[in-house]
Nanobody, 127 residues
Framework: QVTLVESGGGLVHPGGSTTLSCAFSQRPRNMWLAWFRQAPGKERVFVAALTWSTGNPYYADFVKGRFDILRDSGHENVVHLEMRNLEPEETAIYYC????????????????????WGQGTQITVLP
């Protein structure tokens, strides 16, 4: 069982930047970490993921070039989501997720690939 705790949510101005963090309780072999988000009235969608062993990132098309998912350089069990040029439509609850099993080919962005979830943190981009 992996426990995930997100932090860093809050208010952001349009065009602004912020960083979310996800601290997790243990780091199984073959661990993948991901971020998803759920806007009001909408389904939860994939944002970014990485495989911990290599740090190779994967991004949803709508965040490429603006978001970075990164392993923390100082703490072994923390992953960050750096976000830039945020827009009001990106107001959402951002969730950290993890799995200790490699996602099936083509399923990195699938919620069903992740077995552990945090409670989420709210990001509000002011209109």
């Amino acid at each position: 069982q992996v426990t995930l705790v997100e932090s860093g949510g809050g208010l952001v101005h349009p065009g602004g930047s912020t960083t979310l963090s996800c601290a997790f309780s243990q780091r199984p072999r073959n661990m993948w970490l991901a971020w998803f988000r759920q806007a009001p009235g909408k389904e939860r969608v994939f944002v970014a993921a990485l495989t911990w062993s290599t740090g190779n990132p994967y991004y949803a098309d709508f965040v490429k070039g603006r978001f970075d998912i990164l392993r923390d350089s100082g703490h072994e069990n923390v992953v960050h989501l750096e976000m830039r040029n945020l827009e009001p439509e990106e107001t959402a609850i951002y969730y950290c997720a993890a799995t200790a099993t490699d996602p099936l080919s083509g399923e990195v962005a699938s919620q069903e690939s992740y077995h552990f979830w945090g409670q989420g943190t709210q990001i509000t981009v002011l209109p």
